[in-house]
């Protein structure tokens, strides 16, 4: 701390210098004509003798690294990812430039006004003219700060990562390409995008456990929203056939390298169509996004290819009998019989068994783009029955590297029934399912004025960056993932004394 606290007390000191030199330590405005990444794109094929002094550039950027040799010296500035070498040499500059430059540390935040030349060992290169000072770093970066691998400091300083680690800023790149392409592709098909509340007086459109909250001039308790799923069918009512929202949902459960308890969803409805509809639909909307997001359909995912223009398409049922991983193999009338689900599942319906049974033996083999279809009803409180088979509501899960990537279903538009599920829930919920759904009085409301057959699906925003961008943790993949409070880091305090 002694070490830390010099090198802070050194750098404020600096910060008189510079004021004395003519320059403001912070918030001046710089007007540049380049990026750095542009400059890189636009003359990083040129030949020294096609530069000439013509190419006259103004950018700025993170100060990377400094070599200083007397009267010159180099510099590597950070910007966007990429960087670019600058050559500063005393008779080139104002003195009091020169001045500032003798003052940098690595970090601090410069603009330079210069022209384009290669050095001898050809690496393309600003020649300064002119230097301004832009910010100065005060507190020390990381010994090797450009290889920065604490996994505690990453996440929880995520401005230090993405400083340290420039490849970082490719991840949420692609995360907002991604987010993108879904958003482009569905506008394509005539989905409106909306927005629906996310404190609700009611937690509801999927089974979790929510952060409540209370509104303290209505003196009412709030529910940060588990889903959108019901408000965006009360769109559907109202007559917004394609509808999406991309949302933030929070879920009061528990953290690991899938789960983060607030997460971004793509959610969209689309009437007069089914699962079976939507099962076309993800398909392309998910080759589509591999292709925009990382230029082919056909990614790496931990050493392992996945290819999202081939999503292979099983039945729960189905996937049990081709996926079981211990002989010997059910066939398709033993998965079918309850004597056999119990035998191998503690749950006390046939439904809930065949679920558990898949949820522990198949789930984590679905590496390669999968759909898995036809769902017990037990677990599907807002789907439709299957005509055939009452006991299975029409319902598809989409699973990539042995991880659920998303849920769709036909949706359930008879109000009686409706209320029949939320019934069942109800029972569910006496019975110490935290979990399980609550009565939705308006959403059964809403249902009897009339919603025309549809289906909708959410696809997990978090998930399918992680696996696109060939990310381990969930966490590698959210800004600011919801980490335990540190206690008090110091560091007013430290400043607090310098003033006085």
Known sequence: MALEDDLLRQRHDKLTQIARLGHRPYGQAFEFTHTIPRILAEYGSKRAEELGEGASVRVAGRIQTMRRMGKAGFAHLLQNGERLQVYLKKDDLAPNDFEIYQLLDVGDIVGVDGFLFRTRTGELTVHARKLQFLSKILLNLPEKWHGLEDVEIRYRQRYLDLIANPDLRKVFVTRANIIGSLRRQLADRGFIEVETPMMQPLHGGATARPFITHHNTLDIELFLRIAPELYLKRLVVGGLERVFEINRNFRNEGVSTQHNPEFTMLEFYQAYTNYRGLMDLSAELLKQTAIDATGSAVVEYQGRTLDFSNIRRYSMREAVVALWPHDPKPSHEQVKDPAWLKQHSS???????????????????????????????????????????????????????????????????DPQEQRRRFEMQLTQKEKGDEEAHVMDEDYVRALSYGMPPAAGEGIGIDRLTMILTNSRSIRDVILFPLLRPEGEIGIAERLRELDR
Not at 371 to 377: E, F, L, R
Not at 394 to 408: D, K, P, S
């Open 347 to 413: 749950q006390p319906t046939p439904g809930q068994a065949l679920a558990d049974i898949f949820e522990r033996h198949i789930e984590d083999q679905l590496f390669e783009p999968t759909i898995i279809y036809d769902y017990p009803v037990e677990n599907s409180p807002l789907s439709k029955n299957k005509e055939s088979e009452p006991e299975f509501v029409e319902r598809f899960e989409i699973y990539a590297a042995g991880m659920e990537i998303g849920n769709a279903y036909t949706e359930l538009n």
